[in-house]
């Protein structure tokens, strides 16, 4: 595989997992904000749930690209409390990941029309759970492909959603003092998490040893250090950006937090790049 | 064969010299379009060059092998686990194949396989992959890839009659450990082959040094 095809054949997924972990990212921030700014204005709540029903839906388009035929997905309902194979029972990630996908998105329009507190509270937990089966799909796979591991893509994917989540609510809610200071702080959180998740998933994969290929960071054709090292070095440039949003005047700063939410995105969608270019049953396909 | 008995395959990687026969007969009876190919031969290659007290260059442990692989319809398929909606079963022979009214594409089990197995076919926005040659079996002949062998270094039929032909060995680099899939293959393994995971060589595949964008056949 060239890395054009690995860049290009995960594509969907990039977009899909980094969408629906920014997605709850900012349903935590926002029922955060909500609790501790009793910011129940019902005009806000909406739009709130109006974007994370943008965002959620956009994630679930982006998904059906890596489908060949989507409309097959109702099958998925045979497989949505596992199933037995050798005597043993197995837990089907992937429905439980779209089952998760499609309860966000109800609780969004929920949120959306409705405005209501329950739902607001309800999508960060649906959310997290959401991720955790997300990570299982990968993590369940860790045997065949080495250079996963379910705890560290859990880590991985819940820094990412409060990285991006904090980035999110910064850009489009944030307004009294004590929403940019959790907002914030959660990007910060994120940030270290997620610099976290990277630096023990890059030495995870520095011990993994497989036959076929001397250095499994070859599978990114040399590319692993400029995805990882460059995604990471954009989502610190709009941590800078957020911070000093605060010291410059107002006139250089109208933006600045959008700007950096398009820059954060980047940077972990460069990141995420690297998760699916390291899939080592591909190299036997070709 | 009796469609009770569990199909395997045997690969004698001492007869195999990686002619991609087998490749090319399996593409043509399947009518797979570029870049799906059931059964693949990949080269593993190792060792290196020294210099003499002559300061010229000779081989120092230089070996190269052969692997043809197809599906090897494991007992504990990885592809079957990770398929989201079931199309991925087991059906007579212990055949492992699709359902392709049920497959939504997703590639998982492509994700999920070891040996590469499942691939997917652009053209009708499924997963495809070896069946054994399912009608042939029915019919009482051999998988194409079988008959086309000009070295005879491949045979199928029931996995438990090939192994107390062949015997038990299935882990050979750079193929994954037995242990993890439970593969129907049997390999009769080349003087230089090592057990997997213990492999201190490389795989060749050309359409990775050659930077196309997939097999070309």
């Known amino acids: 595989m060239t890395l054009s095809n690995i860049i290009i054949g995960e594509l ?22 909500t609790k501790l700014s009793s910011n129940a204005k019902i005009d806000s709540r909406k739009n709130f749930g109006a974007l994370f029903l943008a965002l959620a839906c956009f994630g679930i388009i982006a998904s059906v690209f890596h489908l060949g035929d989507p409309l097959h997905a109702p099958y998925m309902i045979l497989r949505m409390a596992g199933f037995s194979q050798n005597g043993t029972w197995i837990v089907s990630w992937l429905p439980l990941e779209i089952l998760g996908i499609g309860i966000m998105a109800l609780l969004g329009i929920l949120v959306m029309l409705r405005g209501s507190l329950i739902a607001i509270y309800a999508l960060p937990f649906v959310g997290f759970l959401t991720l955790f089966a997300m990570s299982g799909i990968y993590g369940s796979m860790a045997q065949i492909v080495p250079t996963w591991s379910f705890g560290l893509t859990f880590l991985l994917f819940c820094a990412s959603a409060l990285l991006l989540g904090g980035f999110t609510y910064r850009a489009f809610f944030a307004e009294v003092t004590k929403e940019i200071a959790l907002s914030s702080l959660v990007s910060i959180g994120g940030f270290v998490l997620f610099a976290l998740a990277l630096l023990l998933y890059t030495l995870h994969n520095a011990e993994v040893r497989i036959d076929a290929i001397a250095n499994v960071f070859d599978l990114m054709h040399g590319y692993y250090g400029c995805f990882v090292g460059g995604g990471l070095i954009l989502t610190g440039l709009a941590l800078m950006l957020n911070i000093y949003k605060d010291l410059l005047p107002e006139s250089f700063t109208c933006n600045m937090s959008k700007l950096s939410l398009v820059i954060v995105f980047i940077g972990v969608l460069a990141t995420r790049v690297a998760f699916y270019g390291l899939i080592t049953t591909h190299f036997f396909i070709g | 064969m009796e469609k009770n008995k569990h199909f395997g395959f045997y690969l004698d990687q001492t007869r195999c010299v990686g002619c991609r026969t087998c490749q090319l007969a399996c593409k043509d009876y399947h009518d797979s379009p570029i870049g799906v190919s059931y059964r693949r031969v990949s080269e593993y290659e190792g060792g290196s060059w020294v210099k003499n007290e002559n300061n010229l260059l000779q081989p120092f442990n230089v070996f190269a092998y052969y692997n043809s692989i197809a599906c090897n319809h494991c007992d504990d398929p990885a592809c079957t ?5 079931g199309a991925m079963h087991m059906g007579d022979y212990g055949i492992v194949d699709v359902d392709t009214s049920k497959c939504i594409g997703c590639k998982s089990c492509a994700m999920a396989c070891p040996y590469g197995a499942p691939q997917f076919n652009k053209h009708t926005g499924h997963m495809s992959k070896c069946n054994g040659c399912q009608e042939r079996l029915d019919e009482g002949m051999m998988p194409i890839c079988v008959d086309a062998c000009p070295f005879r270094a491949i045979e199928a039929g029931p996995i438990s009659e090939l192994r107390e032909k062949h015997g038990h060995i299935a882990g050979v680099t750079p193929l994954p450990a037995y242990e993890i899939t439970r593969p129907n293959l049997c390999i009769k393994p080349e003087k230089n082959a090592q057990p997997s995971n213990k492999g201190n060589g490389t795989a060749h595949l050309p359409q990775t040094l050659s930077e196309v964008s997939y097999d070309i056949v």
Do not use: D, E, M, N
């Open chain 1, 12 to 33: 969907p997924l990039v977009f899909f997992t980094v969408v629906a972990q920014a997605a709850v990212g900012l349903s935590l921030v926002y029922a955060l904000c």
């Open chain 2, 81 to 85: 686990k990770a398929c989201p909606t």
